[in-house]
């Protein structure tokens, strides 16, 4: 239990302090008075929730097989690797990112932004949007850092940015008179901040990134596309609900879209210690795997789920308390305060089986089954979202959005931790200890494993790590062969 709280608290301090920003941003551009501004913002972030998305899950492959050639005492391969999946990372989200500026004001008509909420959110996204890619890369090497058990530099690449942003945004928003512009310029200038923090860790302190070759990268790119892929459609499936159910709430007006931006920021913010659990034990689970560890697969299991209630359980308590001061702080009126009430009553309980179903998902994605990430993520969003909200007639009060949230989250959450419980238990029978390379001198432990598998503190000693007599000569392994 120590293992998973130490690496999920750090790396849910990093997420927080970023979501810190946004729920600033808001907080601050809600003080400019009308509520379109508000309700701009939140159309914005939905937008770049699908970006965000599609980072996250080139990550998680980055992160799994790293995680895994690191604890098989691969660390050549490792740095290979890591320099294969940033380049691959920042190279997508640019491509994703130019087509989503260019379509900007058509994907705001879908979510159904009009009139001035529309144009403010369009000129929003015009200055954030670009900035993305250097997001993704202080995401990867987050997830990177994470792989070699340097939580704590992990949780300062996102931590340094969103202190920085939170100094700068009054001073940019109403020291300088910019207003709404103000917060974007800040979140481009925060992004920058852990784009640099992030590859300076990862390459000056651990040396953990080797040069890019593109021939590296072009036979590595199959490897980290057959985990980066699938659970690329499966973070993109959160997006798709939020956004279905934002034309939902959209229809009930501005006060109804302002209640709903509140809700999401809050819910980034209040359970980012849930967002980094699945960060957390995912490249955990990739080590154990290497060394051979089935045992402690077992075990990493079932200290995320008890984390998971925890943590929920006590987020939930404090968030009822708060529940007032939240909606007189944010200015928010009708429509706005019962979708925040409601979500406060009811749809924050249900975030423990969204944390099964986060769980669920890094088994999966780390121990050889991403596609049943993909399948149990998009049958919530997709499937059972939009069935009970036809079902449950969502649509005729904007708090409904909330309930239908939670109950998906209910039915979904249990059948996936039912399922990665039996796969663990398969993958756990079948795994056999790894003969581990001798570390260098100076290697940073990793905890976690058994085995003496982990990168030094500094590049000393890592690039002349010579590679194990077996491997000589011989193709990087391929992913775990799947089964049944």
């Given at each position: 239990?120590?293992?998973?709280?130490?690496?999920?608290?750090?790396?849910?301090?990093?997420?927080?302090?970023?979501?810190?920003?946004?729920?600033?941003?808001?907080?601050?551009?809600?003080?400019?008075?009308?509520?379109?501004?508000?309700?701009?913002?939140?159309?914005?972030?939905?937008?770049?929730?699908?970006?965000?998305?599609?980072?996250?899950?080139?990550?998680?492959?980055?992160?799994?097989?790293?995680?895994?050639?690191?604890?098989?005492?691969?660390?050549?391969?490792?740095?290979?690797?890591?320099?294969?999946?940033?380049?691959?990372?920042?190279?997508?989200?640019?491509?994703?990112?130019?087509?989503?500026?260019?379509f900007r004001d058509e994907i705001?008509?879908?979510?159904?932004?009009?009139?001035?909420?529309?144009?403010?959110?369009?000129?929003?996204?015009?200055?954030?949007?670009?900035?993305?890619?250097?997001?993704?890369?202080?995401?990867?090497?987050?997830?990177?850092?994470?792989?070699?058990?340097?939580?704590?530099?992990?949780?300062?690449?996102?931590?340094?940015?969103?202190l920085l942003a939170a100094a700068?945004?009054?001073?940019?928003?109403?020291?300088?008179?910019?207003?709404?512009?103000?917060?974007?310029?800040?979140?481009?200038?925060?992004?920058?901040?852990?784009?640099?923090?992030?590859?300076?860790?990862?390459?000056?302190?651990?040396?953990?990134?080797?040069?890019?070759?593109?021939?590296?990268?072009l036979a590595d790119a199959p490897?980290?596309?057959?985990?980066?892929?699938?659970?690329?459609?499966?973070?993109?499936?959160?997006?798709?609900?939020?956004?279905?159910?934002?034309?939902?709430?959209?229809?009930?007006?501005?006060?109804?879209?302002?209640?709903?931006?509140?809700?999401?920021?809050?819910?980034?913010?209040?359970?980012?210690?849930?967002?980094?659990?699945?960060?957390?034990?995912?490249?955990?689970?990739?080590?154990?795997?290497?060394?051979?560890?089935?045992?402690?697969?077992?075990?990493?299991?079932?200290?995320?789920?008890?984390?998971?209630?925890?943590?929920?359980?006590?987020?939930?308590?404090?968030?009822?308390?708060?529940?007032?001061?939240?909606?007189?702080?944010?200015?928010?009126?009708?429509?706005?305060?019962?979708?925040?009430?409601?979500?406060?009553?009811?749809?924050?309980?249900?975030?423990?089986?969204?944390?099964?179903?986060?769980?669920?998902?890094?088994?999966?994605?780390?121990?050889?089954?991403?596609?049943?990430?993909?399948?149990?993520?998009?049958?919530?969003?997709?499937?059972?979202?939009?069935?009970?909200?036809?079902?449950?007639?969502?649509?005729?009060?904007?708090?409904?959005?909330?309930?239908?949230?939670?109950?998906?989250?209910?039915?979904?959450?249990?059948?996936?931790?039912?399922?990665?419980?039996?796969?663990?238990?398969?993958?756990?029978?079948?795994?056999?200890?790894?003969?581990?390379?001798?570390?260098?001198?100076?290697?940073?432990?990793?905890?976690?494993?058994?085995?003496?598998?982990?990168?030094?503190?500094?590049?000393?000693?890592?690039?002349?790590?010579?590679?194990?007599?077996?491997?000589?000569?011989?193709?990087?392994?391929?992913?775990?062969?799947?089964?049944?």
């Amino acid at each position: 239990m120590r293992h998973v709280a130490v690496m999920t608290l750090t790396g849910a301090v990093g997420l927080m302090a970023l979501f810190l920003v946004d729920v600033a941003n808001l907080f601050y551009v809600s003080l400019l008075g009308p509520e379109v501004l508000a309700a701009a913002i939140g159309f914005a972030g939905t937008v770049q929730f699908f970006m965000i998305s599609v980072s996250i899950g080139l990550s998680i492959g980055a992160a799994a097989l790293v995680s895994r050639a690191i604890g098989a005492g691969r660390r050549a391969e490792a740095r290979r690797l890591a320099a294969s999946a940033a380049v691959l990372n920042f190279a997508v989200l640019a491509a994703v990112t130019a087509a989503a500026w260019a379509f900007r004001d058509e994907i705001l008509t879908l979510l159904g932004a009009g009139g001035e909420t529309h144009a403010i959110a369009s000129r929003f996204l015009a200055m954030v949007l670009p900035a993305l890619p250097l997001l993704g890369l202080g995401m990867v090497s987050g997830g990177l850092l994470r792989a070699v058990g340097d939580a704590r530099r992990a949780m300062w690449i996102t931590l340094g940015g969103g202190l920085l942003a939170a100094a700068l945004d009054p001073l940019f928003i109403f020291g300088f008179g910019l207003g709404i512009d103000g917060a974007a310029i800040v979140s481009v200038i925060a992004r920058i901040v852990v784009a640099g923090l992030g590859l300076g860790f990862a390459i000056r302190r651990h040396d953990l990134i080797a040069r890019p070759r593109l021939a590296d990268i072009l036979a590595d790119a199959p490897r980290l596309g057959a985990i980066s892929g699938p659970a690329m459609a499966t973070q993109l499936s959160t997006p798709f609900g939020m956004a279905y159910l934002t034309t939902v709430v959209a229809a009930h007006g501005d006060e109804a879209v302002a209640g709903w931006a509140v809700v999401g920021r809050l819910t980034a913010l209040s359970f980012g210690g849930i967002f980094a659990l699945s960060g957390a034990v995912g490249p955990i689970f990739g080590q154990n795997l290497g060394a051979g560890r089935g045992d402690r697969l077992r075990m990493v299991l079932r200290d995320a789920f008890l984390f998971a209630a925890a943590y929920v359980a006590c987020v939930w308590l404090v968030l009822v308390l708060l529940s007032g001061s939240v909606t007189a702080a944010f200015g928010l009126t009708g429509a706005g305060v019962r979708v925040f009430e409601t979500f406060v009553h009811y749809g924050a309980g249900a975030y423990l089986f969204t944390a099964l179903l986060f769980v669920a998902n890094a088994a999966f994605n780390n121990l050889g089954r991403p596609h049943l990430s993909t399948l149990f993520n998009w049958s919530r969003d997709a499937l059972a979202i939009p069935g009970l909200a036809l079902l449950l007639g969502a649509a005729a009060a904007p708090e409904g959005a909330v309930l239908v949230q939670a109950t998906a989250a209910i039915a979904v959450g249990i059948a996936a931790g039912f399922a990665a419980r039996a796969h663990v238990a398969r993958v756990a029978a079948r795994t056999v200890p790894a003969p581990a390379e001798p570390a260098p001198p100076h290697a940073l432990a990793v905890p976690f494993t058994s085995a003496r598998t982990d990168l030094p503190e500094t590049g000393e000693g890592l690039a002349e790590a010579p590679e194990p007599a077996e491997m000589a000569g011989r193709p990087p392994l391929a992913p775990p062969e799947k089964t049944g």
